[in-house]
């Protein structure tokens, strides 16, 4: 028997209800649950918002927390489809977009880039949009009218959208409606306010430990000759070079970002700048400061510190290819 209060059943309930004849979109469906999680924080009330492609549907599921597991309480009107069989394999999920003729399946897109399986970066990304899109379920972030206009049109303006025709083309030419274009500006903030509100007051203790990482490196670098130990010397060569019209310069660049190499350097090392192979050496280290430069950096250090920690804790299953081929050790 369930230990939760009847009459936050009888609310959730009411809530699906309302939310599935109202096609309600995932922000308004957040900001509608907000009464029931203040109500009963013990509960932990979170929402999933499912739309069925087979008719076109949408439904909602509020999931409950009690002692022993999650209640889920779900609503299907009719003539949807039932909630047990919404997201059931059909052959089109196989598909992943029609070129021409021919249609490209999922399988065989993942197998053509085969590579990209390989790259801990491309699937800590991936993970990653599951990971933030779970928190932000269970703890919404508060976003207003105006932040989402202003992203929106930084958003336009970042990717040369300036105008309604080159807009409707960049959507065509991806698949998204303009109310994908809200969703994805929608998460684009709300990922924003979550960082603000992970990296709270931890930002300069969190510094502190790791100052070092964002020192400046100022990096002397020749692409026919090392250039010599001695910082001076290094960058006299380096100036000499540059007269001479040959490949040389000099560069700065925060540690964290420095290939490793150049990073633990004592001394010239081959790297790669601009693409060219080079040798470079640190001519000198400028101490790190929180000031405004640098206090982005140290925000996405510690968030990207956050996202890292909640990866490791999730259990990953990749469905379009063989699991021993998309495990990863976390």
């Known amino acids: 028997m369930s230990t939760l209060d009847p009459a936050l059943l009888d609310e959730a309930l009411a809530l699906v209800r309302e939310l599935t004849h109202a096609r309600a979109g995932l922000r308004d469906a957040q900001d509608r649950l907000a009464p029931l999680r203040s109500r009963w924080p013990q509960a932990d009330p979170a929402l999933v918002r499912d739309a069925e492609g087979s008719d076109g549907s949408v439904s909602f599921d509020v999931l409950l927390r009690e002692p022993a597991g999650t209640v889920s309480v779900a609503y299907s009107p009719a003539p949807a489809l039932p909630w047990p069989l919404r997201g059931a394999i059909r052959h089109s999920e196989h598909h992943l977009a029609r070129v021409g003729t021919r249609t490209l399946l999922v399988g065989e897109a993942l197998t053509a880039l085969d590579f990209l399986w390989y790259d801990h970066d491309v699937l800590a990304r991936l993970v990653d949009t599951g990971v933030l899109a779970a928190e932000l379920e269970l703890h919404p972030v508060e976003v207003t009218d105006a932040e989402l206009q202003a992203a929106a049109d930084a958003y336009r303006r970042a990717k040369g959208l300036l105008d309604p025709a080159s807009t409707a083309r960049w959507l065509a030419e991806r698949g998204l409606s303009a109310g994908d274009f809200a969703d994805l500006v929608a998460h684009t903030v709300a990922v924003a306010r979550l960082r603000e509100r992970v990296v709270g007051d931890r930002l300069p203790a969190w510094f502190a430990r790791h100052r070092s990482d964002f020192d400046t490196l100022v990096v002397a670098w020749a692409a026919d000759a090392p250039p010599p130990s001695e910082p001076e010397a290094a960058l006299a060569a380096v100036a000499g070079a540059v007269r001479a019209g040959r490949a040389a310069g000099v560069l700065r660049t925060v540690a964290a970002a420095a290939a490793p190499e ?49 990866r490791a804790a999730t259990d990953v299953e990749w469905f379009w290819l063989p699991r021993e081929r998309t495990a990863r050790p976390r």
């Open 262 to 310: 150049v990073r633990d350097a004592t001394g010239p090392v081959p790297t790669v700048v601009a693409g060219t192979p080079v040798t470079a050496v640190v001519v000198a280290r400028e101490p790190a400061e929180l000031d405004d430069a640098t206090r982005p950096l140290v925000e996405r250090a510690v968030f990207d510190e956050w996202l890292a920690d909640r």
